[in-house]
């Protein structure tokens, strides 16, 4: 790491998506109007298409390095020089920084090649692909950013793209809406992350290293142990606290997952790129990439494994009652990341990583799957009003399938290569509870996800007549997405084989050399393996999913069961409380909206009576002194100034008359004041 291979060619990854969105949003409408949308399909798609590709050449030339030499470092250009904090603009590639390129650019470009049938009639096809280039970009920047602030960079990038695809049928308030909780909800995180930035600068700086460069900040991570942070905490559990805080809204983790299944409101493609793809991922790479942190803060490892635990065990239990085929399948995605988080967590880095790369594979195809239901239901998307689907729509039915038992883990799928090994490394590093929770949430994911499939493909069609009459399989470009997905979550998980199989995992060796630290070592090291436990343990994991089957099974597809006598257990307790989310949205609307609310309103109120009232008041008397001026003006003033006026033109009028112009006239007037004085004089002189 202390010489990183530098090339000028990973900046190409990056650009050529913002290539795509910038050429999209500049001149898309008129290249849309005058040559169609196959343009269109070509920019955006190929922009990321490209970018797959070189992300593949890549990937081969790091391959061909020596593993303590797979780092390569793009530096552009200086970003800013101030107060001793010095960025570049710099991409930084490595192993970990590769797998998340080649899935972003992957599995986005087959979610974007989707989009081209699945959006073909939208009016607004151009500005679609633009932010999904958009999107793509900010992500790429996310995971390839050098430093902490251009991590954030693409962390806000993808929070804006979010909101706008979220609500890109913006005429729909229920879009809207979605689009503005996510912007919001992630606002909380953001400003965590942020504190964590300026926190972790100021730590380091406080020991003669004043730096957010990634890699110096793992060179130079253990002078902060010892040292004291904020809140009574040591610095580096505050600064990954913070940074955990950040990635819980991110990665849509208990609290702060109320976002995520609200943005089913978009369009499916989007679902697809946000759920599986990119942005909901970026907290758990996040965490990964500051593996040597974490592996500082055991205090912050226990809650991030906790918090990643009662989230993959509440979002499966709310997920067992939902009827919207893409709800359903939102609330899997909250459980899969938290089963990620407790890989990254419990220091199994490489398995959370891993479950990461398998999840984009079946999660997208999922979401494509019930995009292609939807598609042939014309936007139909309650599952109570499906059924049947797999005689007429057969591609996605098993391609869908294939899909849900990677998800449920059965061998060999990709789910059972990722998502066990966390399960068994969290019982192996000594949390017995967190593996409980992880193995009672396997058996609920596969309930609810075999009723989606019985809902969805199986039984009587219960939707209308005309809805009948029009179901399709999916498109062509579709169907090949579907089945290149179905292919790779079937096949996906060999990369890594668990030990109790055979001790073949390339892609955890690939990694080793992002997570081989000496205090993750320290960490990974407490988990030592027992092949025969471990054995034991992916026994008692099929069970569990065997028992979700079968109850989803007698219930759904074979009437056994009575969903409705299941509902009434309890009193409907445990019914209405999944189907209510556990009202944590009820819950915070009384508990922070209607107080700010209120406060908001409480607000108006002093502004529109007391602050108005005393300018309205102000604004009154100076309209009241304006008309007392003016009258004083008027009578007084124009009074005094007319009067005189008036005087001086009639005397002036008076003595005018003495100017008559007569020589006899002013003869006789002269001669009539001599006599005068002479009068007056000798008068004087008696």
Not at 186 to 199: K, S
Not at 276 to 295: C, D, H, I, K, P
Not at 435 to 440: D, E, K, R, T, Y
């Amino acid at each position: 790491m202390e010489h990183p291979v530098t090339t000028d060619l990973v900046r190409w990854i990056v650009l050529l998506p913002l290539l795509g969105a910038a050429i999209n949003f500049l001149f898309g409408a008129t290249l849309q109007k005058r040559f169609g949308k196959r343009v269109i399909s070509f920019l955006g798609c190929g922009a990321v298409l490209a970018a797959f590709a070189i992300a593949l050449y890549t990937l081969f030339a790091m391959l061909a390095l020596a593993p303590d030499r797979r780092f390569m470092l793009d530096d552009l250009w200086r970003w800013f020089d101030v107060g001793g904090l010095k960025l570049d603009i710099a991409f930084w590639l490595d192993p970990l920084s590769i797998v998340m390129v080649l899935i972003i650019t992957g599995v986005g470009g087959l979610i974007h090649i989707y989009s081209t049938d699945y959006m073909h009639d939208d009016a607004s096809y151009w500005r679609f692909f633009g932010w999904l280039n958009l999107f793509t970009f900010a992500m790429l920047v996310l995971v390839l950013g050098d430093n902490l602030w251009l991590m954030f960079v693409g962390w806000e990038g993808v929070g804006l793209c979010s909101f706008a695809l979220i609500g890109f049928w913006y005429t729909d308030l229920v879009n809207t809406n979605a689009g503005n909780k996510a912007f919001i909800v992630n606002r909380i995180g953001d400003l965590a992350f942020v504190v964590a930035i300026y926190a972790l600068f100021a730590g380091l700086g406080a020991v003669g290293h004043p730096t957010l460069v990634i890699r110096e900040v793992a060179r130079y991570a253990p002078a902060l142990a010892g040292a004291r942070g904020y809140l009574g905490l040591p610095m580096v559990t505050f600064v990954t606290l913070m940074l955990f805080l950040g990635a819980t809204g991110k990665s849509a983790q208990i609290p702060l997952h109320v976002w995520l299944p609200d943005a089913m409101a978009g369009p499916t493609p989007v679902s697809a790129l946000i759920h599986a793809a990119t942005m909901v991922t970026a907290g758990v790479y996040m965490v990964a990439r500051l593996n040597f942190l974490y592996s500082m803060a055991p205090a912050t490892m226990l809650v991030v494994a906790t918090v990643g635990a009662l989230t993959a065990f509440l979002a499966a239990t709310v997920g067992v009652t939902q009827t919207d085929i893409k709800r359903v399948l939102a609330y899997s995605t909250i459980s899969q990341l938290g089963y990620m988080f407790v890989g990254v967590g419990v220091g199994a880095y490489a398995a959370g990583v891993f479950h990461l790369m398998t999840h984009a594979f079946f999660k997208a195809c999922l979401f494509l799957g019930a995009g292609s239901v939807i598609h042939a239901l014309g936007g139909e998307q309650d599952m109570r009003k499906m059924g049947a689907l797999r005689h007429k729509m057969p591609l996605t039915f098993v391609t869908f399938f294939a899909a849900t038992l990677a998800i449920c883990g059965v061998p060999p799928f990709a789910g059972f290569m990722s998502k066990d090994e966390i399960i068994w490394r969290a019982y192996a590093h000594g949390h017995f509870v967190i593996w409980a929770l992880l193995w009672a949430g396997a058996g609920v994911t596969a309930f609810y996800m075999f009723r989606q499939v019985y809902m969805t493909f199986f039984g009587d069609f219960r939707g209308t007549p005309e809805q009948d009459h029009h179901v399709h399989e999916a498109p062509s470009a579709m169907a090949f997405v579907l089945v290149a997905l179905a292919i790779l979550s079937t096949v996906g998980g060999f990369a890594m084989l668990p030990g109790f199989i055979a001790p073949f995992a390339p892609f955890e060796r690939f990694l080793d050399p992002v997570f081989n630290s000496d205090a993750t070592r320290q960490v990974f090291a407490s988990g030592l393996h027992d092949r025969s436990l471990e054995t034991l343990f992916a026994g008692l994991s099929l069970l569990a999913v065997a028992a979700g089957w079968l109850l989803a099974d007698l219930t759904y597809r074979q009437g056994v069961l009575s969903a409705a006598r299941m509902s009434e257990f309890a009193g409907g307790v445990f019914y209405r409380l999944s189907f209510g989310k556990y009202r944590i949205d009820e819950f915070y609307r009384a508990a922070f909206l209607a107080p700010y609310l209120k406060l908001a309103n409480a607000a108006a109120w002093f502004d529109g009576h007391i602050i108005d009232g005393v300018v309205n008041f102000a604004a009154s008397m100076t309209v009241v002194g304006a008309w007392l001026a003016g009258l004083f003006d008027s009578y007084i003033v124009d009074g005094l100034v007319n009067f005189t006026s008036k005087a001086t033109l009639a005397a002036g009028g008076r003595l005018r008359r003495l100017q008559t112009g007569s020589i006899n006239g002013y003869l006789y007037g002269i001669l009539a004041a001599v006599m005068v004085i002479l009068l007056v004089r000798a008068i004087a002189r008696v």
